[in-house]
Nanobody, 113 residues
Framework: QVQLVESGGGMVQHGGSLRLSCAAS????????MGWYRQLPGKQRELVAR?????STNYADSVKGRFTVSRVKNTVILQMNDLKPEDSAVYYC?????????WGQGTQVTVSS
């Protein structure tokens, strides 16, 4: 079992920046993928960005060039720049391990226009 603790959400104006951080309670395996998803009320959770232990990354098209995902040991970080109102959502940290997904509790990001 992996517990994930997120921090860094909040409210920011259009064009601003936020940095989300997620720390895992146990060691992350080299085969684990870490990342961030987001969800709006009534909608499915969607991938924002993820990173393998080797540093390979995937981004949603809507955030490419604005968001950067990185990981150091048991922590995954999402640097969000040039935020837009449509980025407002609850952001969830994720660890994908084999057939299992572990999730953080979620952190709210609100971007005002």
């Amino acid at each position: 079992q992996v517990q994930l603790v997120e921090s860094g959400g909040g409210m920011v104006q259009h064009g601003g920046s936020l940095r989300l951080s997620c720390a895992a309670s146990r060691s992350i395996f080299s085969t684990d993928t870490m990342g961030w998803y987001r969800q709006l009320p009534g909608k499915q959770r969607e991938l924002v960005a993820r990173i393998t232990n080797g540093g390979s990354t995937n981004y949603a098209d809507s955030v490419k060039g604005r968001f950067t995902v990185s990981r150091v040991k048991n922590t995954v970080i999402l640097q969000m720049n040039d935020l837009k109102p449509e980025d407002s959502a609850v952001y969830y940290c994720n660890v994908h391990r084999g057939y299992f997904d572990y999730w953080g509790q979620g952190t709210q990001v609100t971007v005002s226009s």
